[in-house]
């Protein structure tokens, strides 16, 4: 998605035989942008990657902040388009101004949404917890339910903004449930009896879990969770939001592959949770870590990248049927005055 959205208005011919100080651009439907670019589309996780295993969260906020700033951005072109318009003579524009305002405010939506969402995330490693060399981890720890719990609205918003927008929000595969025990996967998340570290392999298959995990099933997850108190169930009856908030237990299990994998990125993203992991397992652990929180963002970013879109091309469409009259009352349409967007 481009940052910038209008580009520079160089001359170019009005409809004959109307003449018209104001020109529009082509709002085109967007290919995809540069990698580089903060709303860049991914069909899927793979590929996308704005955290390492290594990183702190502090790199999620910074991503959230930058694709803010590109919506502002947009937004900002939206507006001065529309001050354009509304100057134009011999046109009627009121259709076009109403289709603007409606794509502006959605913007405008998108970005408390992302801010919400920066407001929620830590500033600690994203895989905290988990042991620098070889050792085991610490005990594991519960993310903070407040800041879990904006993340979760902040979500929630997003995908109404986006169905609103005629997005379509895809459910994706759950898949199965999780069984829980001291060597399962469950236990590198939450760990096992008063959340001590897990035994062996419990990381590689956290690591195999999130690998397989469906990004769509998992911001689902997200969008629908609710949180915990105290010691999480002794069997799989456990939800994403109660993972990544309720506190460890023998035997915790999970009610689905999604249901794990969106609680290991809920508590990546958010605040004063920590992992736990075996002795040799920490490398295993982080990647699953980082590998969650990447398909969380990668899967957001397709929402926001077509939701603007879809917008955009409200407004393309609608400057294109910009009819222009002269005295006499003859009228023309403005649609093959049209002009390349650049993307940055």
Request: glycine share 10%.
């Amino acid at each position: 998605l481009p940052t910038s959205i209008i580009a520079p208005l160089n001359p170019l011919p009005s409809p004959p035989p109307v003449p018209s100080p104001f020109t529009p651009p082509l709002l085109q439907s967007h290919s995809p942008p540069a990698p580089s670019s903060p709303l860049s589309a991914v069909g899927d996780a793979l590929g996308f990657n704005v955290v390492k295993s290594d990183d702190n969260r502090s790199k999620v906020g910074e991503h959230f902040k930058s694709i803010g700033d590109g919506l502002k951005n947009t937004k900002d072109k939206l507006d001065e388009l529309s001050k354009q318009i509304v100057s134009t003579s011999n046109a009627d524009t009121k259709g076009v101004e109403a289709v603007i305002q409606g794509s502006s405010k959605v913007i405008t939506k998108l970005v408390d949404s992302v801010t919400k969402l920066a407001g929620a995330v830590g500033d600690t490693g994203i895989a905290e917890g988990t042991d620098a060399g070889a050792g085991a981890g610490d005990n594991a720890v519960a993310a903070n339910k407040d800041s879990v719990k904006a993340f979760i609205e902040g979500i929630k918003d997003i995908i109404e903004i986006s169905e609103n927008s005629g997005v379509n929000i895809k459910k994706g595969k759950d898949g199965t449930e999780v069984a829980g025990g001291d060597a399962t996967a469950p236990a590198a998340l939450v760990g096992k009896a008063n959340a001590a570290a897990p035994d062996a392999n419990s990381g590689p298959k956290l690591a195999e879990e999130v690998a397989k995990a469906d990004p769509w099933a998992m911001i689902d997850k997200i969008k629908n969770a609710k949180t915990k108190d105290g010691a999480l169930n002794g069997d799989a009856n456990n939800s994403a939001g109660e993972l990544a908030t309720g506190t460890g237990a023998a035997n915790v299990g999970a009610k689905s592959n999604a249901d794990l994998a969106a609680a290991v990125a809920l508590k990546a993203m958010t605040k004063s949770g920590k992992f736990t992991n075996a002795a040799n397992e920490t490398g295993a652990v982080r990647a699953a870590v980082s590998n969650a929180v990447n398909k969380v963002l990668g899967i957001l970013n397709v929402i926001i990248r077509k939701t603007v879109s879809s917008n955009l091309d409200k407004v393309r469409e609608a400057v294109k049927g910009i009819k222009y009259s002269e005295s006499g009352g003859t009228e023309a349409s403005q649609s093959d005055a049209t002009q390349s967007v650049v993307i940055k």
